[in-house]
């Protein structure tokens, strides 16, 4: 029988880090206050319903064109920087595993379901959380946001995960048997675009909102009916 793989976005999906991440963003543009000419404060409601879906430059860039400021690269670098010292500082003390993570990935591992994570953040933001929740095994592929050209919602990560886990089985996981997991719009968008389902986890946004954009919606993934999860899957 052939059947798909499960691949996770990170933030929002595995980690608890979007409130981290929303910091980082105010302390580098307070940090970089004086170079921006104006005082810029994300709140939490603009956060999550424009910026939460880029990695730290794409983000960047659009607050600073939305705020009429020329978002030049030394400028994006500056402030990236400065966001990556507190992400670095704080996400593997304070960030948790979001409900049902382990339970969803053992459950995928005796059903020989493959496995891979696609994520705006970095390498060295993810993998450090996935040692520390004992989860990194399940994981042989990750595609970061250094290793793509354009991040979401561009579908290149997808594909490329998707690509990876082929030749990783050395088979092909059908992209319309396979399942993206997402907590964003423009996640789901990256994910259809590369021919994929969408379970959204209603992690950042009201799960009414969720079912907007996704096949399959959840609360969180302790609510997910693994033998529905199955027949999504190709399992059954």
Same mark, same amino acid.
């Given at each position: 029988m052939?059947? !798909?793989?499960? #691949? @996770?976005? @990170?933030? !929002?999906? #595995?980690a608890n880090t979007e409130e981290i991440h929303l910091m980082a963003y105010n302390h580098a543009l307070k940090e970089l206050r004086e170079r921006l000419g104006k005082d810029i404060v994300l709140t939490?409601?603009?956060y999550f319903s424009r910026y939460i879906v880029y990695g730290s430059s794409e983000g960047f860039d659009l607050v600073l064109r939305d705020a009429g400021i020329e978002a030049n690269r030394e400028l994006v670098a500056a402030l990236v920087s400065a966001k990556d010292r507190v992400i670095d500082r704080d996400i593997v003390q304070h960030a948790g595993l979001l409900p049902g993570v382990r339970q969803l990935l053992s459950h995928l591992a005796d059903r020989k379901v493959p496995t891979g994570i696609?994520? !705006?953040a970095r390498h060295h933001e993810i993998e450090p959380l996935l040692a520390a929740f004992g989860i990194a095994d399940y994981f042989p592929v990750i595609t970061a946001i250094e290793d793509v050209r354009q991040g979401k919602p561009h579908p290149e990560g997808?594909?490329?995960?998707l690509q990876l886990l082929n030749e990783r089985d050395e088979r092909e996981f059908p992209a319309r048997q396979s399942l993206v997991i997402e907590d964003t719009n423009g996640g789901a968008i990256a994910a259809h675009g590369a021919g994929m389902r969408v379970l959204g986890?209603?992690?950042n946004s009201p799960l009414d909102?969720?079912?907007n954009w996704s096949e399959y919606a959840v609360e969180d993934l302790a609510q997910l009916d693994f033998g529905e999860l199955d027949s999504w899957i190709g399992l059954t």
């Open positions: 052939t059947h !798909g793989c499960v #691949i @996770f976005d @990170f933030d !929002g999906v #595995i939490p409601e603009r696609c994520s !705006g997808y594909s490329r995960t986890v209603a992690t909102h969720v079912r």
